[in-house]
């Protein structure tokens, strides 16, 4: 077992393998949870079996291309030798960047970064055996135990003895998808990129695009802004169709407990910011300006026949086979609740559907560049939406 107080005399070159918790950071007595929410504070505390990760043998030696990550989430963008992007997502978070100026005047300070054990600790990897099922692209994350080694150079101390995902970038040159004729995969910006150069032989694929937002709602994934995103460009004859890639699971399965988060998570002050219930009630706190600039005016038989083809392929069956990829102890403690939340959620799918297709029509047309899309200089109508050029 790997704990703070061993972790630098262990050779972790004699083991594939640790016993690891994400965090024990979030336990607390009965009063915080009361206050503050239950959220998963046991999955954090649990320890898991992790394969202990090498960076100079991962396949076959990968190198250190950048540091990335959110306001949250320290990352590691790594290159394989056939040039193919992965990257290495933090487990447990760093919300320092998020505390708002009046929280630690007030020493509240806490209170934000105890909101961190709302998210599921590995959340992102039964969402992703989901998508699976789903037939969704997904970027494959798996838990991995990265000690300090060499190959970490100076990002030892910050990155060295942690729990991470190992997943597919988003974007790249190299096609690790299952799909064909995959020329690159790019992010929405450059996607935009490639639609002033292709003009009408650019499309993205909505049902696709639709599918996976529906999933969203499924599990409960409400952090879906513009930079959560990637595109698998497919050639087509002389045409192209962007098909999108779902990345960042960190927020799925957000469940916001006790007395302060159920505050925030009122629609009147975090309106996105929706916790994972067995019904969805607040569906325009889930509509961003990615949806409305994707999929405005577009057929509610879509948005249903989607819905419906998602009923049939997240059976319960599949539902509670996908815990399988879940360590024991964590599927011990939050299958049986997630699942049953899951299960109302894809019963009450087309109607949600309804409820998303004419809420992004109702809120209309952007009028402002997408996140991460300020630098483009864009036509006024190109801001609009997609399908405007």
């Not at 972790?7 to 607390?28: G, M, Q, R």
């Not at 708002?100 to 990897?125: C, K, M, R, W």
């Not at 299958?335 to 029509?361: N, Q, S």
Request: with cysteine; net charge neutral; hydrophobic share 40%.
């Amino acid at each position: 077992m790997v704990n703070i107080d061993n972790v630098d005399d262990i050779n972790f070159k004699k083991y594939d393998s640790v016993w690891v918790a994400a965090s024990t950071l979030y336990e607390a007595d009965v009063i915080k949870k009361a206050m503050q929410g239950e959220h998963y504070r046991e999955a954090w505390a649990t320890a898991i079996k992790a394969p202990v990760l090498f960076l100079d043998t991962l396949f076959g030696g990968v190198e250190i291309i950048k540091e990335g990550g959110g306001r949250q989430t320290h990352s590691l963008k790594l290159k394989a030798p056939n040039g193919t992007l992965y990257t290495l997502r933090s487990i447990n978070k760093d919300p320092e960047d998020l505390i708002p100026e009046f929280a630690t005047t007030l020493g509240l300070e806490n209170i934000v970064v105890d909101g961190i054990s709302a998210q599921h600790p590995y959340g992102a990897i039964y969402a992703a055996q989901l998508s699976k099922s789903a037939h969704i692209l997904h970027t494959n994350p798996k838990i991995v135990f990265l000690p300090k080694q060499k190959k970490l150079k100076s990002y030892n101390d910050k990155y060295g003895n942690r729990l991470f995902l190992l997943e597919y970038e988003t974007e790249g040159p190299v096609n690790w998808t299952s799909l064909k004729n995959i020329i690159e995969l790019i992010d929405t910006k450059n996607l935009q990129r490639l639609k002033l150069e292709y003009k009408n032989r650019l499309q993205i694929n909505k049902k696709e695009l639709i599918k996976v937002r529906l999933f969203d709602f499924l599990i409960g994934d409400w952090d879906r802004h513009t930079k959560q995103w990637g595109w698998a460009i497919q050639k087509q004859d002389t045409n192209f169709v962007a098909i999108p890639v779902a990345g960042d699971r960190d927020n799925a399965f957000f469940n916001t407990q006790g007395i302060i988060p159920s505050l925030l998570s009122n629609e009147h002050v975090v309106p996105e910011l929706r916790p994972f219930k067995e019904e969805i009630d607040f569906i325009e706190g889930l509509v961003y300006p990615f949806d409305r600039y994707f999929l405005l005016n577009t057929s509610e038989t879509l948005f249903v026949s989607e819905a419906q083809a998602l009923q049939a392929l997240i059976s319960d069956a599949v539902i509670d086979n996908a815990l399988s990829v879940w360590p024991k102890p964590i599927s011990a403690i939050d299958g049986k609740e997630i699942t049953t939340k899951i299960k109302h959620r894809r019963d009450d799918l087309v109607k949600y559907a309804k409820a998303f297709k004419k809420e992004i029509d109702m809120q209309g047309a952007v009028t402002a560049d997408l996140k991460g899309s300020g630098k483009l200089d864009l036509d006024p109508e190109f801001i609009r939406c997609f399908e405007c050029y």
